[in-house]
């Protein structure tokens, strides 16, 4: 009787939990033992480093205070608006979050009264300002980017400023952020930089348990790192979408412990049928005027491949950046971490193994490699951080351009060649053939035309400096340069070249110190392509990539019938160099690879918006994605969801709300448990969009079709009566 009367658990999160279980004994061990491991790895600051981030931005208090008053007083306003005038400075991200670790920057926002401005006050006065002080270095403003932000090192502590001017002429101390009132009167740029800290403040109020979400998102973030997978600019992951993620799995399993939370992140992720959204709330419209994430209402919402929404009003999608390639490595990688994981349960494996750092350099045949200098340390900062901006869109032109047959993996990690004499950074891509794509015999991959895009849009930048340029090569494993590999790493020998192919030349020196240098190189590199051309003509046939291979032939920089030439494109800023490069190109005899029709006509097909049945209804599928990883294994169907436990055998149906033992739990997922609680609320948006494109063929295009007949013959009977 009395417990019949006992309030239900507060539920948390769109759906009810898939399991109320705890945690047994070696759930407990295991946990101890994650945590040791996260000590050891130097993932927690020391007491020392933690007082001296108060510190600074007990200094940054001040300084933004002074700013604000300042301007108040150039401005001519009374000696009482002087005297009250504030600014505040809020953390968010990972700081807010509690989950920084050592050398972490502080993501910081200053929030300022209605009459100081981003684009003159904030990035102008407050920059020389910073920039004047000693503590100050490495200043570097974006006022550009998406959100617009203030780079810079504070005595060592790395910060990121951002800057929103609210609706007020006074901003209190106490000023509460969560409130929608902040959002009045306020345009797009101010939202997002808002939204830094209310995001923040709603994940920590969606989650059953604090402690146990910081613990289980430090240990995610540092295998996110390790793997290669951590990085928003380069289109994964950063850390207000892992942070999400991991919120989500806690609502799911609220009373469970960190082991047991790591455990079923890679279950449910490795089988979560994207682009169903992940949500830790229903989303809701305030009607302030900004646009939340519908793909019921925006057409563009339609094309996310990896929907994490904001909590906070206007919810957003943070992971816009995710393209389909990066979508396939970070599904690759929670299948990675869901079988190390199912190891570990077993007693099979320790945690080590599942922090493994990522092989890329093994991973691929061919790379490419984007090499960036400047004339100084200043520039390239400026000049390394625009570029490296631009990759994302480098991988996006790759897929649109070959209709999603190569696919791209863009490696979140910069180098430096020490032996360079000027400042240098490279990135490195690799490159493989879309999964279940077959290539035909002596097919090639010809994305000159994709470079020189890339390179047309890098040209942009607007802050463009003598001594920057950029330089786009392909490379294949066996001709990685030797600085960006570990200490200590031998390399395979290098197997003889097949015969028939074409032997490439090794990386020339990137620095140039004048243009007779650049000029000289240029004559050099189309005297060889002159020379490889008459080689090439007493030669029957170049041999083609063998259809099982994943790596086909690119051609990146052909000229003269040179395949894979090393240095495909020399990037300066504005035309400078561009129209040089593209005249001398235009004198030379340009071979094309081109794609078979059939394969044209296929990748078209699928470039519309497409939805398929489920078990739950309409799954939506974005454009240009032709074999969407829905079920965690590639070929598998899309309804197919959570249907195999571990050993193989179908799942049955009772269920996982009940209270059962945590081993038990772990490998009895139920699907339709699953498919209900987890991705129904998201489909509905998908459904509705569904919905609307049927009644637009059934009613609208018949309508439009039928006018245009009647137009067509009112136009020829006028025509007919002319004279």
Not at 202 to 230: D, M, S
Request: contains cysteine; glycine residues 6%; aromatic residues 10%.
């Amino acid at each position: 009787m009395g417990v019949s009367n006992l309030p239900p658990p507060k539920q948390y999160g769109v759906t009810k939990p898939l399991s109320l279980a705890g945690p047994m004994e070696a759930d407990i061990q295991r946990t101890k033992e994650l945590e040791k491991f996260l000590v050891g790895a130097g993932l927690y600051e020391s007491a020392e480093e933690a007082a001296k981030r108060e510190e600074v931005l007990c200094q940054l208090k001040q300084i933004v205070k002074d700013w604000v008053k300042d301007l108040t007083r150039l401005r001519g306003y009374s000696n009482q608006m002087v005297e009250d005038a504030n600014a505040v400075i809020l953390t968010f991200g990972s700081y807010r979050l509690g989950v920084h670790g050592p050398g972490a920057d502080i993501d910081t926002l200053c929030v300022g009264p209605s009459y100081v401005n981003r684009e003159e006050d904030f990035f102008l006065v407050l920059h020389n300002i910073l920039a004047e002080r000693e503590e100050v270095t490495e200043l570097q403003p974006v006022p550009d980017a998406h959100v617009p932000v203030m780079k810079f090192k504070f005595d060592g502590i790395s910060i990121d400023l951002l800057y929103a001017s609210i609706s007020l002429l006074v901003v209190p101390h106490d000023l509460d952020i969560s409130s929608e009132s902040m959002l009045c009167n306020v345009d797009e740029p101010t939202v997002r930089s808002l939204n830094g800290c209310r995001v923040a403040d709603k994940i920590l109020k969606h989650v059953p348990n604090i402690e146990f979400f910081r613990t289980t998102l430090r240990c995610l973030k540092f295998w996110a790192k390790q793997r290669g997978v951590y990085s928003n600019v380069t289109g994964f992951l950063g850390g207000v979408n892992w942070a999400l993620l991991v919120a989500r799995v806690c609502q799911l399993y609220p009373n469970a412990v960190p082991s047991m939370l790591v455990s079923r992140f890679f279950r449910v992720y490795t089988q979560w049928r994207w682009p169903n959204p992940v949500m830790l709330c229903q989303i809701e419209d305030k009607e302030l005027g900004f646009s939340v994430w519908d793909p019921r209402k925006n057409p563009w919402d339609r094309t996310h491949q990896m929907p994490i929404i904001t909590p906070a009003y206007p919810c957003m999608n943070s992971s816009y950046n995710v393209s389909a390639s990066t979508l396939r490595v970070m599904t690759e990688q929670f299948e990675f971490g869901n079988n190390i994981c199912q190891e570990i349960e077993l007693n099979k494996a320790q945690w080590t193994a599942l922090f493994e750092k990522y092989p890329f350099f093994e991973s691929y045949k061919n790379y490419l490699q984007v090499d960036i200098v400047a004339a100084d340390a200043d520039d390239l900062l400026v000049w390394r951080g625009w570029v490296e901006s631009r990759l994302r869109q480098l991988t996006l032109m790759i897929e649109r351009d070959t209709f999603g047959k190569l696919q791209c993996h863009p490696y979140p990690h910069e180098y430096v060649d020490q032996s360079k004499q000027c400042a240098h950074r490279a990135f490195f891509m690799g490159l493989q053939r879309g999964r279940g794509e077959l290539v035909q015999d002596g097919q090639q991959f010809d994305i000159r035309g994709t470079v020189d895009e890339f390179r047309h849009q890098v040209n942009m930048y607007m802050y463009w400096k003598p001594g920057m340029e950029m330089f786009v090569s392909h490379v294949r494993r066996k001709q990685i340069p030797s600085y960006v590999l570990p200490d200590g790493y031998k390399r395979n020998q290098t197997p003889r070249p097949m015969s028939g192919q074409l032997a490439e030349k090794p990386s020339s020196t990137i620095c140039r110190s004048s243009s007779g240098e650049r000029g000289l190189k240029r004559k050099k590199e189309l005297e060889g392509a002159e020379e490889n051309q008459q080689n090439r003509d007493k030669r029957p046939s170049i041999s083609p990539p063998r259809r099982d291979s994943s790596s086909p032939e690119l051609i990146v920089g052909q000229k003269s019938g040179m395949l894979l030439q090393q240095r495909s494109a020399t990037v300066s800023g504005g035309n400078r160099k561009s129209e040089e490069i593209s005249n001398n190109l235009a004198n030379d005899k340009v071979q094309f690879a081109v794609l078979d029709k059939g394969a044209h006509v296929e990748s078209t097909k699928s470039r519309g918006a497409q939805f398929e049945e489920s078990a739950v209804g309409s799954v939506y599928r974005p454009s240009g994605v032709a074999n969407l990883v829905e079920a965690g294994t590639f070929g598998d169907p899309v309804h197919e969801l959570l249907q195999l436990s571990h050993d193989g055998r179908a799942v049955d149906s009772t269920g996982c709300n009940s209270i059962c033992s945590s081993q038990g739990d772990l490998y009895r997922a139920d699907s339709k448990a699953l498919l209900n609680n987890v991705c129904e609320n998201g489909s509905r948006y998908f459904e509705d969009a569904l919905l609307e494109l049927e009644v637009l063929n059934k009613f609208i295009w018949p309508l439009f079709s039928l006018t245009s007949l009647i137009l067509y013959f009112i136009c020829a009977s006028i025509l007919a009566h002319l004279p």
